[in-house]
Each structure stands twice: as C-alpha cells, then as structure tokens.
C-alpha cells in the first residue's frame, strides 16, 4: 500500500529506514491482547507476537474494550519510514467464543473489506484477511488454549478505524475487495520503500483476471496512460493493472502466470527506459540514457545534428519534441525496443506483448503490433 508520490531517496551517509509492521502484525497483536483479556480478565500491554520469520515484536495498546461477552484491543499501525496509506491506522480486533467445535471463525468488521471476485488467496464472500495473518491468529488461539485450557472455538472480528475511507487509496475496489482495506503482511514486517504491497496488489490483478477468463489485461505508468488504453481496449476494470514503475514485477509475474496478451501503456522517457532494459522505471532507480538514445536516432536515419542534439538534450520530452519537428518518428522505435525488452523479461511464456505510447496531454504518439507467442515481429513494425 506504498504511495509513490511519497518517495525520496536517502543517502548512504544518512540513517537506516526504520522498518514497520504489517496490518497482519498489528491485527495478530491485537488479538492476542483481547483473547487474553476475554480469559483471564486483564489486558497484556505491551503486547508480544512471534513472526514467520522468528521476530518477536512487542506492540502498545491503543484502545482497550470489555462488552457482553467479548473483548476488544486496539493498535497504532506504525509503517517505519515506509509511505504507507496505512501508518497510522488504528487496527482493531474484538474477540468473542464461538459454538462448540466451529474452530476459529475470521470476521470483517467496519474498515475491513469482503472479497467479491474470484482469483484472490482469499475465497469469494470471506473477509480480506489474508492467509498468513490468519494462521498468525490462530496461533495465537491455540497458544492460548493451550495455556489457559479453553477449547479453541473463537470469533474474530477485525476492524480498521476509517479502513473504508483508507480503501478509496489502494487498489481494493479494481480487485473486487468490497467496504475497506485488506489485512495483510507475508512476514509482518513492512520493509521500507519495497513497496511489496504494490508489487502485491499488481500479481492479485493477474490472478482475478485470470480467474474470470480474461485473456487481455493492461499495466499503464499513470493514469493519463490509463486513460488513453481504455480508449484503444474495452477491457473490463480489473484488467486494468496498476502497474506504475513496477513493470519488471508485472512482467515477471505474469511469466509464471500467463495472461495471453498484455498491453503496456506509458509516457516516453519511461518506455524509453523500458526499452533500455530497465525494469524499473522509477527516476530515482533508472535514467534515460542521452547517448543510447543518440544512437537509436542515427539508426533510423536522423540527421547527424538531431543525433548531437539528442546526446546533450535536458529532457526526453525535449528530446521527442526534437525529433518531431525533424519528422523523425522516435516513439515507434522506441515502443518497437520496448516491446522486445519486455518479450525478452517474458523469456519463452505464451504471452502477446503490445505498446502504446501516449504524451504528457494524453495525445497517442506510437503503437505496436502484438508479439506473437514471446516472439516480437520485425521492428518498425505497428499497428
């Protein structure tokens, strides 16, 4: 749930970024505390849970409850340096005993969303409550048990403070997860700027649009990008991927978990980073090399003064603008290159690869032809 809008880049001389915790820590944590509460009457606080990994945070109350016959903690989600939508959250879980036998039974209640499509890990009309957080709980429950001797049959409701309003910021509603947030975390650690839940949120677009029997799926660099390939494809929303700078993680996601045909939508100077093999295309990560570009200019005939110009140009904006008034079609090249790198990050998967090139304005500057089956059609070639 990283916003990259938030992002800086920190020096080696500077301090580590501190790292956080997961929803699923916090919401594991705050189980515990209420669980103890309901058996024994008394709250823990600080609270301590054990991760997959062998970490053993401790976490402080933030809201503690007693009703008629559950009890309720609460915890402050601290993200570490991470710009997580998240940080800050208050995460809830209120924790009663169910029939006998019923084992422990998960819950979303307000700020928590439902799922309503399939293709997530979490089956269709379950909270969003993700697998290992699950099992994070209900270790917790049967830790309990064991100590304090109750049968494990336990209700637990989560709940995120504001969690619908938080949602609206995320990608929930494009992968069918209904009124609020998803509580998540593989490890329950939030690693500062991985932005793994945004990698995270990509791979569960591929899997709904998989599961729903889609065979065209779109990852656009932003939303003017977005907006020009749903012009060109009438592909339903969750086919839509929030793709961002992350189309190495999409494409090597989608690697493994074929989608027959991709579109990848964006501005120039990131495809044109694309086309340079990156697989980042954030501008702190990865920069528009003048000079390759230079040369792909004096391949396809411009003049030996736009090459010049190219090599010292500021901007590939200034660049493109360049060798437009030159009449020198640069895009398509460069969406021709882009196609086979992400062909080449798809090695020999069952995926058709097209690009679509659009200005800062929304014009539509360049688009290819398809690749066939992993294999790019001769360059220059469009559609």
Request: aromatic share 4%; hydrophobic share 40%.
């Amino acid at each position: 749930m990283c916003s990259m809008s938030n992002y800086s880049e920190k020096s080696e001389k500077e301090a580590p970024l501190r790292r956080g915790w997961t929803t699923g820590a916090c919401a594991t944590a705050a189980t515990k505390a209420a669980l103890t509460a309901l058996v024994t009457d008394s709250f823990l606080d600080p609270v301590g849970i054990t991760l997959p990994k062998g970490h053993a945070p401790h976490f402080a109350l933030a809201h503690e409850m007693r009703g008629d016959g559950y009890c309720e903690a609460g915890i402050i989600k601290d993200a570490g340096d991470d710009p997580d939508v998240t940080h800050g959250a208050l995460i809830l879980s209120r924790v009663s005993f169910g029939p006998p036998g019923s084992g422990v039974c998960f819950r979303a209640g307000p700020g928590v969303g439902m799922v309503t499509r399939p293709g997530l890990p979490i089956p269709v009309g379950e909270a969003a409550i993700n697998p290992v957080p699950r099992q994070l709980m209900q270790d917790v429950v049967r830790e309990l048990a064991t100590i304090h001797g109750f049968a494990g049959d336990v209700v637990i409701e989560i709940s995120v403070r504001n969690g619908d309003k938080l949602a609206r910021k995320t990608w929930n509603p494009r992968l069918g997860i209904v009124g609020g947030l998803s509580i998540l975390g593989t490890t329950g650690i939030v690693v500062p700027f991985s932005c793994s839940a945004w990698i995270h949120s990509i791979q569960r677009g591929v899997d709904v649009a998989i599961a729903e029997g889609q065979s065209h799926v779109a990852g656009c660099t932003g939303s003017t990008s977005e907006k020009v390939v749903r012009g060109l494809y009438d592909l339903p929303d969750f086919c839509m991927l929030d793709m961002g700078d992350f189309v190495g993680g999409m494409l090597k996601y989608i690697r493994q978990h074929p989608v027959p045909r991709v579109t990848i939508g964006g501005g120039f100077a990131k495809l044109c980073k694309l086309a340079q093999g990156h697989m980042d295309l954030h501008s702190g990560r990865s920069q528009v090399d003048f000079d390759w570009v230079a040369e792909q200019l004096a391949g396809i005939g411009a003049s030996a003064a736009l090459v010049e110009r190219a090599r010292k140009a500021n901007t590939a904006l200034a660049l493109l603008e360049d060798a437009k008034t030159e009449g020198v079609d640069i895009a398509t090249h460069i969406a021709n290159l882009a196609r086979d790198a992400a062909v080449s990050i798809l090695r020999d998967a069952a995926v058709s690869v097209d690009i679509i090139v659009v200005s800062r304005q929304g014009d539509l500057l360049a688009r290819t032809e398809p690749s066939v089956l992993g294999k790019a059609p001769s360059a220059g070639d469009t559609q």
